[in-house]
């Protein structure tokens, strides 16, 4: 077995994406950087573990998601054709990324230039991808399964 594989359910990765970007929001708020690299780059990977949740939980197996990498453009679309609907913004965003290779740039970038994402920017495209993510696996706002209990 892999060694990333246990625990690798739709509901742990997504928990992990989540402790990512809430690592993200502790790192804006408690800022002592010249740069917003760090922040970006938690964003980035939980947008990566939102995806590959959504993907585990279709039916992809270990070895697939991590054949993705870090290739966000083709997490969405194979995302996307298995019923993944994002929000306009959120797709429009992640290609704008891939072009402008930002999620490469932003783990080994020295000095930010005026075509980097902001860190609202890609604060904001992880929640999204978060959200949309969130309810196709029927989760609830804090990343717990919805338990549906049939009519009495």
Known sequence: MI????????YGIFS??????Y???DTLANTRKLTGGP?????YHACELYLKAFLRERGEDIPTLRAYGHD???????AESKGLNPARKAAVA???AVDRNDYVRVRYMV???????TVDQV????????????????FEEFGTTVLYAPPA
Do not use: N, Q, W
């Open 39 to 43: 922040t970006r780059l938690l964003c």
């Open 123 to 138: 604060m904001a495209l992880a929640e999204r991808i978060r959200a949309c993510v969130r309810h196709a696996l029927g």
């Open 94 to 96: 992640i290609s704008e």
């Open 23 to 25: 690592a993200a929001k």
């Open 72 to 78: 966000l453009a083709a997490m969405l679309a194979s």
């Open 16 to 21: 992990l994406a989540d402790a990512y970007l």
């Open 3 to 10: 060694p990333e594989a246990e625990g690798a359910t739709p």
């Open 111 to 117: 000095v930010e230039v005026e075509t980097d994402f």
